[in-house]
């Protein structure tokens, strides 16, 4: 999963589909909780814009491939 604070998913979804505030939230709410979609993720991205996004994904691309990864 790709996970970002939600004040910033917010901003996101209001500056890219032109809704306000309270539309975004509603549509977040209609969404599976943030905690549960981890617990069930395999993978967590960040994309919060501190952290880098190609590290994240490399490491792991490089658990994939060397089998360390167990679902």
């Given at each position: 999963?790709?996970?970002?604070?939600?004040?910033?998913?917010?901003?996101?979804?209001?500056?890219?589909?032109?809704?306000s505030?309270?539309?975004?939230?509603?549509?977040?709410?209609?969404?599976?909780?943030?905690?549960?979609?981890?617990?069930?993720?395999?993978?967590?991205?960040?994309?919060?814009?501190?952290?880098?996004?190609?590290?994240?994904?490399?490491?792991?691309v490089?658990?994939?491939?060397?089998?360390?990864?167990?679902?």
């Amino acid at each position: 999963m790709v996970y970002a604070p939600v004040d910033l998913r917010i901003q996101r979804a209001m500056y890219r589909d032109g809704a306000s505030e309270e539309q975004v939230r509603a549509r977040i709410a209609a969404q599976m909780d943030d905690e549960e979609k981890r617990r069930r993720a395999d993978f967590t991205v960040v994309n919060d814009g501190v952290q880098l996004l190609i590290p994240q994904l490399n490491k792991i691309v490089e658990q994939l491939k060397t089998e360390k990864f167990v679902p």
